[in-house]
């Protein structure tokens, strides 16, 4: 055998070989164990929705089904890929996703919905969007100007004291604020619960709240907040809610409503939980979980 044909040989030796390590067509699914049918079973159960279960194994490209369960959720599944990397439309989704959050981190709070609104511009004691970030105690509390405003324009002593801080994602707060404040306002009116004058705080941390309300004495306080912008969403706003006449406070003493925003919580649904948790919160006169209260 000559050195060429030998050589030959390797090569397709070789390159075969290769072939076999890339093959990723696509293969049969194993079957399921009964062990793992029936969690996929409780799965689907807490999601609250008929849908198909996914193959336990296989191509997700051979997986005709698997629309009805990644339309339940936005995470990023079943993306596939391009050779070892992300296909070109999820890497380009992504860094739009990033880009978006990144400017919801600097966004500013649009002075024409808050006025739209009713609310009451103040400014908490960073200076600055770059201070805020640096410096998350100065965002916790009023500027010496804006304590001035709330001494001078707020109504004493409501039953509830609402607040819009813009937190990580002013977007969030312009984007759903319309969407909530109008009709929370109009239910907790109907359920007979006086709503003080509403303000919002730029370069606000949660806590911007609880100096607001302690200044007008209210007996329970919503904050409104921009989220921590994720990789799906930099729309989504946070509801706070704090019975404030406590002897001592800490941060379990607090009720959550989260992910408000048309992919997650819709505001509308929102609306009617703050102004249940509301009312339970004042007939209780408690909030959160610490009930050391």
Same mark, same amino acid.
């Given at each position: %055998?000559?050195?060429?044909?030998?050589?030959?040989? /390797? @090569?397709?030796? /070789? @390159?075969?070989?290769? !072939?076999?390590a890339l093959d990723t067509g696509p293969k049969a699914p194993e079957p399921r164990t009964p062990a793992d049918a029936g969690l996929a079973k409780r799965v689907a159960g807490w999601l609250g929705a008929d849908m198909p279960l996914p193959p336990a194994v296989g191509d997700w490209r051979a997986d005709t089904s698997r629309e009805g369960y990644l339309a339940a959720s936005p995470a990023r599944l079943g993306v596939g890929r391009a050779g070892s990397r992300?296909?070109? =439309?999820?890497?380009?989704t992504f860094l739009a996703d990033h880009a978006a959050a990144r400017d919801a981190v600097v966004s500013e709070i649009e002075e024409s919905v808050m006025d739209g609104l009713g609310f009451i511009h103040l400014h908490?004691? !960073?200076? =600055?969007k770059r201070e805020f970030l640096v410096r998350p105690d100065l965002g916790r509390r009023l500027s010496v100007d804006a304590a001035a405003v709330v001494g001078r324009?707020?109504?004493?002593? #409501?039953?509830?004291? /609402?607040?819009? &801080? =813009?937190?990580?994602?002013?977007?969030?707060? *312009?984007? *759903?604020?319309?969407?909530?404040? #109008?009709?929370?306002?109009?239910e907790l009116a109907r359920r007979g619960i006086r709503v003080g004058t509403p303000f919002a705080v730029t370069n606000g941390r949660v806590a911007a709240g609880d100096d607001v309300a302690r200044r007008t004495g209210a007996?329970?306080?919503?904050?409104? &907040?921009?989220?921590? #912008?994720?990789?799906?969403?930099?729309?989504? %706003?946070?509801?706070?809610?704090?019975?404030?006449?406590?002897?001592?406070? *800490?941060e379990a003493m607090r009720y959550v409503v989260s992910n408000i925003h048309d992919g997650g919580l819709r505001p509308d649904e929102a609306m009617i939980q703050i102004a249940e948790l509301t009312e339970k919160s004042l007939a209780e006169r408690k909030t959160g979980v610490d009930f050391n209260q």
């Open positions: %055998m000559s050195d060429d044909t030998r050589i030959r040989d /390797i @090569v397709r030796l /070789i @390159v075969e070989e290769e !072939a076999k992300l296909r070109t =439309d999820t890497a380009l908490s004691a !960073a200076a =600055d324009e707020a109504q004493r002593s #409501p039953r509830v004291q /609402i607040v819009a &801080v =813009d937190g990580l994602s002013a977007t969030a707060i *312009n984007v *759903n604020l319309p969407r909530v404040y #109008p009709g929370l306002a109009a007996e329970l306080l919503v904050t409104l &907040v921009g989220e921590r #912008p994720g990789l799906k969403t930099a729309e989504s %706003m946070g509801a706070y809610i704090t019975y404030m006449r406590v002897k001592s406070f *800490n």
